[in-house]
C-alpha cells in the first residue's frame, strides 16, 4: 500500500494504517530528530510524539499530499521546541558530586523523591496505571498489554509515552 492510501486509511481512523506508517517511517524519522537534537532517546521521544500528534489531528490530514513531508515537518518543529526548552534550563556546568550515601541529605531526597512519584502513580487513572504497571514491573511488551487491554498496540504504545511523559513533568514541577 503507497503512503495516500494509508493516509486516506488513517485519516478514517484505522489504526492498522497509522502502525504501517510508523513502521514505514520511525527509524528515518529518529535518525532525523537525532541529527537536530544529538540525543537518540529525544529523538525518539520526538518521533513518538510526531505519531501522536498525527493520529490526534488525522481528520485533518490532506491524504493528496505525500506523507513523508508531513511527518518529517511535525519532527522538525517539535525538535526545535524541545531545543527550546533546554536553552531555557541550560545544563549545569560539570558534574554535580553526589550526595554520600546514607546521609541525611541524600535519605531526605530520596524518601521525598519516592513519595512524589508515588503520589503521581496515584493521581494516574486505573487504566494508566495498569498499563504502566504491566508495561514496567512485569515487563510485558506492548503487544501482549494490547491483548489484555482491547487496545491497538499503537494505543498502547502512545498511552505508555503520555504516561511517562506525565510523570516526568510531574516530577521535574517541583524540581
Not at 27 to 45: F, K, M, T, V, W
Not at 56 to 61: I, V
Not at 145 to 151: D, H, K, P, V
Request: proline letters at 4%; one cysteine or more.
Amino acid at each position: 500500500m503507497e503512503d495516500r492510501e494509508l493516509a486516506a486509511s488513517l485519516k478514517a481512523g484505522n489504526v492498522f494504517a497509522l502502525e504501517k506508517l510508523i513502521e514505514r517511517w520511525r527509524s528515518r524519522a529518529e535518525i532525523y530528530a537525532n541529527g537536530i537534537l544529538h540525543d537518540p532517546h529525544a529523538a525518539q521521544d520526538a518521533v513518538q510524539e510526531a505519531f501522536s500528534r498525527i493520529w490526534a489531528l488525522r481528520t485533518g490530514l490532506d491524504e493528496r499530499l505525500d506523507f513523508s513531508p508531513y511527518l518529517f515537518t511535525i519532527v522538525r518543529r517539535i525538535c526545535i521546541d524541545e531545543l527550546r526548552r533546554r536553552k531555557r534550563r541550560p545544563a549545569l556546568p560539570g558534574d554535580l558530586p553526589d550526595l554520600p550515601t546514607g546521609s541525611a541529605e541524600a535519605d531526605f531526597i530520596e524518601r521525598w523523591e519516592r513519595l512524589r512519584r508515588m503520589e503521581l502513580l496515584a493521581a494516574l487513572d486505573e487504566k494508566d496505571r495498569k498499563l504502566l504497571l504491566a508495561f514496567s514491573l512485569k515487563g510485558k511488551p506492548a503487544r501482549q498489554i494490547a491483548g489484555e487491554s482491547g487496545l491497538s498496540d499503537v494505543q498502547v504504545r502512545v498511552r505508555l509515552h503520555r504516561i511517562r511523559r506525565k510523570l516526568k513533568k510531574g516530577m521535574n514541577d517541583d524540581a
